[in-house]
């Protein structure tokens, strides 16, 4: 089982250009979850997905746009990325306990 | 402010050695506490959470330690290992079942001198 996988590995943009991470799990998880990550700081919550066919915001939303396709995947979308979106990225997953999540190994993304 | 936080951005451990962790929170309300690990390059890890309502909770090598008259977490790793080397981040749950927004703390990074 791969558990939690995300595409692209790296990314870097130019400011205004537009691009989806792709997160895909195969561990059976209602819920679903973004974050990211800047140097020296904790996870920051961006959007998550409690089930199929449900999306909410969490912490840092704005800038960013999300698609739960199926239980499986979960999308995260720039529309017209920042600088400030310099991060990394990371998409996570729950199952039974709220506290337990399985993360997946993360999306450097570069926006110049 | 951040409502979890820590006491030191940095820890040096010799190998065999245990390691204690720290990390204060401002949420009275929050119902549990959870540890990460995040090794280099890789996402976070679950390790041990503990609930409000307990002071104590073992796992393997860990013990999570909460003190809410103070507000403050703790995990204590015995015989720390080269493997234990790794950011730790303290996280809370603010209510717990039905919740599915954690609040993480900025980390602390373990270096296990061999």
């Known amino acids: 089982n791969a558990g939690v996988t995300q595409t692209p590995k790296f990314q870097v943009l130019k400011t205004g250009q537009s691009m989806t991470l792709q997160c895909a799990q195969d561990m059976n998880h209602n819920s679903m979850y973004w974050y990211r990550q800047d140097p020296g700081m904790g996870l920051r919550l961006i959007y998550y997905?409690?089930?199929?066919?449900?999306?909410d915001k969490g912490e840092v939303p704005n800038g960013y746009n999300v698609s739960r396709l199926n239980k499986r995947e979960f999308s995260l979308r720039l529309e017209s990325a920042a600088p400030s979106q310099t991060s990394v990225y990371f998409c996570?997953?729950?199952?039974?306990?709220?506290?337990?999540?399985?993360f997946g190994p993360g999306t450097r993304l570069t926006v110049l | 402010g951040e409502s979890v936080g820590l006491h030191l951005p940095t820890l040096s451990v010799q190998e065999g050695d245990n390691s204690i962790i720290n990390c204060a929170y401002s949420?009275?309300?929050?119902?549990?506490f959870i540890w990460y690990k995040q090794e280099s390059g890789k996402g976070p890890q679950f390790i041990i959470d503990?609930?409000?309502?307990?002071d104590k909770r073992q796992g393997q090598r860990v013990t999570v330690l909460l003190n809410k008259t103070v507000k403050h977490l703790s995990l204590q790793i015995a015989a720390t290992q080269p493997g234990d080397s790794a950011v730790y981040f303290c996280a809370e749950n603010p209510s717990g079942a039905g919740s599915y927004q954690l609040t993480f703390g900025k980390g602390t990074k373990l270096s296990v001198i061999p």
């Open positions: 996570a997953t729950g199952g039974i306990s709220y506290n337990e999540q399985f």
């Open positions: 503990i609930r409000s309502n307990m």
């Open positions: 949420n009275s309300a929050s119902d549990y």
């Open positions: 997905s409690a089930s199929e066919g449900t999306t």
